[in-house]
Every structure is written in C-alpha cells, then in structure tokens.
C-alpha cells in the first residue's frame, strides 16, 4: 500500500482529491497538509511518504519548490510529484531541476491525477500533455546549435571514423580509399577545424556537436 502525502493549501481542492483517493481503499494510504512546514514538521511522527504531491504556490515562507529540495533530504526515495495551476516554463523548469520527478496540472482529471500517481510508482516520469510540450521545447531551445564547419559527405565520414578512434589503414579499408586519399582528408579536416592533430579536431568534434556522442562508441 503506497503512502501519499498531499500539500495542498486550497481546502476545496484538497479535500476533493483526498475523496478521490478514498476511491481506491486498500492501494492507498494518506495524509494531508496545507503547507511545506507543518508536513516537515510531521517526519519524525508519520511513516515515510512514497509519493509527495504539492503545489507550487503554498502559504507560509517556503513554496513547493523549496519544499521539493527539503523532502529530496528527508525523504530521498519518495516520489515528488507538482500538482499545481501554473504552467509556466521558469516554475516548470526549476521544479524539475530542483528534483520532481512529475509535473501535473490541477485542470486533469482526478482519475488522470490517480494513474499518474501509479505511473510515477512504477519509475515513470508523469506529466500533463501540455508540460511535455513545454519541456520538450525548452531543452531543445537549451541544446547547442550544431556548428557548420563546411565539411564534405567524405570528410564528415573520415571524421566519424577518427572519433571512433580508427587507423588511417582502417578508415581506408572502411571508405574503400587509399591511405593516401584519408591523409588528404585529414589534412583537408585539420584545417576547415582549425586545428594541428587528431585529438583536438576529434575534442572539438563532440564538443560542437559535428559528430554525435555515439559515434564514438
């Protein structure tokens, strides 16, 4: 039976999905509170929580994402899971930095709320349709921009080859060149990188997201 702490100031709100949660007797135990410091108050005398669900915007000195930093001390195997109105992408990103392994919207349904719980339990990571979004498009906004050195389809493949760590022999063998022509793409690599050797062009390489990480595997 999973242990589920609710932090919840808006009583109408809290005691609705309290019901909800009643709904399922025997999956669930519960407590409620209406603030970060009075269920920070309650760790020495209640059993641990597997899953915390809590609002951004709370009463009192410490909102939900402190909050979330302090219950990663106290309780670092429990589940953080926001439950909040607000969507936007500073609350939503520093939520999510600061440790929450879920970000729902109060505007889902309370059964939705319910299978998130469950999902979250079985090491998903929850959230609202419209949070996915948003944080797909904030960590795609976050990635480096890929740098055009103006390599060749040939020169791109040599230095695919020369991530992995590949002879000069090996990569002709592979390209099906001589020696000779990779020692002139090499050449050709060194100097649209600005570089001197191997180990700086292939650093810079990854660095600059000209070859991916794997390639390199």
Excluded at 35 to 42: G, P, Q, T
Aim: with cysteine; proline share 3%; net charge negative.
């Amino acid at each position: 039976m999973a242990t589920i702490w609710l932090i919840e100031d808006n009583v109408a709100f809290r005691d609705a999905m309290q019901f909800a949660l009643n709904l399922y007797p025997g999956r669930y135990t519960w407590r409620a509170f209406e603030s970060c410091e009075k269920a920070i108050s309650n760790f020495e005398e209640e059993s641990k929580p597997d899953v915390i669900l809590l609002d951004v915007d709370l009463p009192g000195g410490m909102d939900g994402i402190e909050g979330i930093q302090h219950f990663k001390k106290l309780a670092p195997d429990a589940v953080q899971l926001v439950l909040t109105v607000f969507e936007d992408d500073d609350k939503v990103f520093r939520a999510i930095c600061s440790g929450a392994s879920g970000y729902l919207l109060k505007s889902e349904t309370f059964s939705e709320i319910v299978a998130a719980i469950d999902q979250a339990l079985d090491g998903r990571a929850p959230m609202s349709p419209e949070i996915a979004r948003r944080v797909l498009s904030m960590f795609s906004r976050m990635a480096p921009e890929k740098k055009d050195y103006g390599l060749t389809e040939r020169e791109q493949a040599v230095l695919e080859l020369m991530v992995q760590g590949l002879s000069k022999k090996i990569i002709a063998d592979r390209l099906g060149i001589s020696r000779h022509t990779v020692g002139n793409f090499v050449r050709f690599i060194y100097k649209k990188l600005h570089v001197h050797c191997q180990t700086a062009a292939v650093s810079l390489a990854l660095r600059d997201g000209i070859v991916k990480h794997d390639s390199a595997n």
